[in-house]
C-alpha cells in the first residue's frame, strides 16, 4: 500500500506538534539579564505542585529560569478545564521522561514550527489531524518507514508531502 501524499508529510507533523501547547508556553517566556534563584520545589504553592508533579524528580536540576517559566505556566493552567490540566500533566509527563537529546530535538522542532508562516503552520497541522485519522498499524507503518529512511528519502517525503494535495483515486 502506497501512502498518500499527506500521509508521508505526517511523520514531520507529529514531531513538530509534540507537546506544542504545553512547551510553547515554557519556551516563549522572556529571560532576565539578572542571574535568577532556583525554585526549591517545597515553596510553590501545592497547586503548582500538583501540576508540576511529573517534573518532581528532575526540579532541583532545571535551571532556574526553567523552573520559572514552568511555575508561571502552572499558574496559567489551574484555569484550565480538568482535562485539559490532565492533558498539561499528561504532556508534561512525556517531557519528564524524554532524554536530553529528545528534549533539545523537540526544542529546535518548535523553533522551526514557530518560525514557518502561518499558511505552513497550518499545513503541519492538517497533516497532523490527517495522521492522527489513519488506523494505529497505519500510523506504525509510517513511523517506521521514515525511522528507516536515510536523509536524501526523509528530504523528497517531505517535499512531496509539502506539495499541493489533491484527492488521489483509488
Do not use: C
Amino acid at each position: 500500500m502506497i501512502p498518500s501524499r499527506s500521509a508521508r508529510g505526517m511523520p514531520l507533523a507529529l514531531a513538530l506538534l509534540l507537546g506544542a501547547p504545553v512547551l510553547a508556553h515554557a519556551q516563549s517566556a522572556p529571560t532576565s539579564a539578572a542571574p535568577e534563584a532556583p525554585i526549591a520545589w517545597n515553596t510553590l504553592p501545592p497547586q503548582q505542585q500538583a501540576q508540576l508533579a511529573p517534573l518532581q524528580g528532575q526540579w532541583d536540576q532545571l535551571p532556574p529560569s526553567r523552573q520559572r517559566q514552568f511555575s508561571d505556566s502552572a499558574q496559567r493552567w489551574a484555569a484550565l478545564p480538568p482535562d485539559q490540566q490532565q492533558q498539561v500533566r499528561d504532556r508534561l509527563q512525556s517531557w519528564a521522561n524524554m532524554t536530553p537529546q529528545q528534549r533539545d530535538q523537540l526544542s529546535d522542532n518548535m523553533r522551526a514550527f514557530n518560525q514557518m508562516s502561518p499558511q505552513e503552520r497550518d499545513q503541519v497541522q492538517q497533516a497532523f489531524e490527517n495522521f492522527q485519522a489513519l488506523p494505529p498499524d497505519q500510523r506504525d507503518a509510517l513511523r517506521e518507514q521514515w525511522r528507516n529512511a536515510n536523509p536524501q528519502q526523509r528530504r523528497k517525503r517531505l517535499r512531496n508531502g509539502a506539495a499541493q494535495r489533491r484527492p488521489r483515486g483509488h
